[in-house]
């Protein structure tokens, strides 16, 4: 009878509160619907209309956040972990909130497309007679057990075992860092965020350190007392915010523990200059160049994630002025690695970024390898997505399954 009598009042809070936010919002409508009159065409047909209503809705909809928190507490009344028809789940552990991957679709043309793109990049390094690395970051897979994956339909571990597996069998440089991490005992916590699909800042500091190694074991010189001065947590400042991640956007700040992010600020001097597609942008510190100000604003819920690199860009370049080696380096990587390029860029004279998920260009990559000498290409692929970009700008350099003979 109690339990009956929670559950009514339960039901009657949550239609109470629907009632107050559909009532809230009937303003939201009428200018959602003078928005879209406004910038669609009267015959637009209805699939179009409506989704561009939906757009604009959320944009304007009254006290939006406040409802999906809501939303989150009433789950954790229920005592429930998954999300809107298992888009997410909240596993029991560390309570990591983790992505369905149900609408990705994973079949062989789509697996041997993915694989593709890694090994095309391979081979045309060994064209090219530059060293190859391949670096796998921790992956939400490793956030779950083997019974969760399988409910949730996870597909990078297939993805990126057949990676390892086609790379180990050409004897390429491979490193896999939750194995390292793991092998060391680290925690899972110190690993990952809770709430976002990007891993800590310890995992890109640790993985940024595992490269350098390679680097080394494959010829690069970097000085004893540079790697000991970028590597010592003693000489940075170091800020911690809350870090609101991209996956508690539906089920609101309460469904989970916060996480927090961590902010390295040089406290030596650095003098770094960024180019985007060849146009010189910034010149100034490490802070001026390579971070993107964030650290400095008083709001809160701020993505710090994107503080690191440019995102949404495809090439750029951080070049060191202050660094004493000449090591240039291509890394080609997603949003997983931006904080470990932006750690390197502090040892190395030149960091080139490409990120195919934005690429334009079906020239891209003979143009980027054509405008400078590098001394190690790096492949990094956080996601499925940048195994799916759809133009990796190879053209002229690979077709066909077969390396195009390099242009003296």
């Known amino acids: ?10 039901v009657i809070m949550f239609m109470s509160v629907l009632l107050f936010f559909s009532i809230s919002n009937i303003n939201s409508v009428k200018k959602t619907v003078k928005e879209i009159n406004k910038s669609i065409d009267t015959k637009t047909n209805i ?40 888009n997410m789940i909240k596993t029991n552990d560390f309570d990591f909130v ?82 390292v991490l793991n092998n060391q005992n680290i925690s899972h916590e110190n690993i990952f965020f809770r709430t976002d699909v990007h891993n800590t800042t310890f995992t890109e500091w640790e993985t940024a350190r595992e490269i350098i190694k390679y680097l080394e074991n494959i ?40 996480d927090t992010f961590e902010t390295f600020i040089p406290l030596y001097e650095t003098q770094m200059k960024l180019k985007i597609e060849n146009q010189e942008k910034r010149i100034g510190t490490f802070q001026q160049v390579v971070m993107n100000g964030y650290e400095k604003l008083q709001k809160k819920r701020l993505y710090y994630i994107t503080n690191y690199g440019q995102y949404g860009k495809s090439i750029y370049t951080y070049e060191n002025l202050s660094i004493n080696n000449e090591n240039s380096i291509l890394i080609i990587c997603d949003s997983l690695s931006m904080r470990t390029f932006s750690i390197l860029s502090l040892l190395n004279r030149k960091i080139t970024v490409y990120d195919p998920r934005f690429n334009k260009s079906e020239y891209a990559l003979k143009q980027i390898l054509e405008s400078s000498k590098y001394d190690a290409i790096l492949f990094s692929a956080g996601t499925l997505g940048i195994l799916q970009a759809k133009n990796y700008g190879l053209k002229d350099l690979y077709e066909n399954n077969k390396v195009i003979n390099k242009v003296n």
């Open 1 to 10: 009878m109690i339990n009956r009598l929670a559950n009514y009042t339960l």
């Open 47 to 86: 699939s179009l209309y409506l989704k561009q209503f939906e757009q604009i809705y959320k944009k304007n909809f009254y006290k939006r956040k406040e409802l999906i928190d809501i939303y989150g507490m009433a789950l954790l009344l229920q005592s429930k972990n998954t999300v809107l028809n298992f």
């Open 98 to 179: 983790v992505l369905n991957e149900k609408n990705i679709k994973l079949d062989n043309n789509s697996l041997n497309k993915m694989v593709g793109n890694v090994l095309s990049i391979y081979k045309i390094a060994q064209k090219y007679n530059i060293p190859f690395i391949y670096i796998q970051p921790p992956s939400a897979y490793h956030k779950v057990t083997p019974e969760v994956a399988a409910l949730l339909k996870m597909k990078q571990n297939v993805v990126f075992n057949t990676i390892k597996n086609e790379l180990y069998n050409r004897n390429a440089n491979y490193i896999d860092m939750y194995e």
């Open 219 to 258: 010829g690069l010189k970097y000085g004893k007392e540079e790697k000991e001065k970028i590597f010592n947590t003693l000489n940075y400042e170091i800020i911690k915010n809350d870090l609101y991640g991209n996956t508690i956007r539906s089920a609101g700040d309460y469904f989970t523990k916060k």
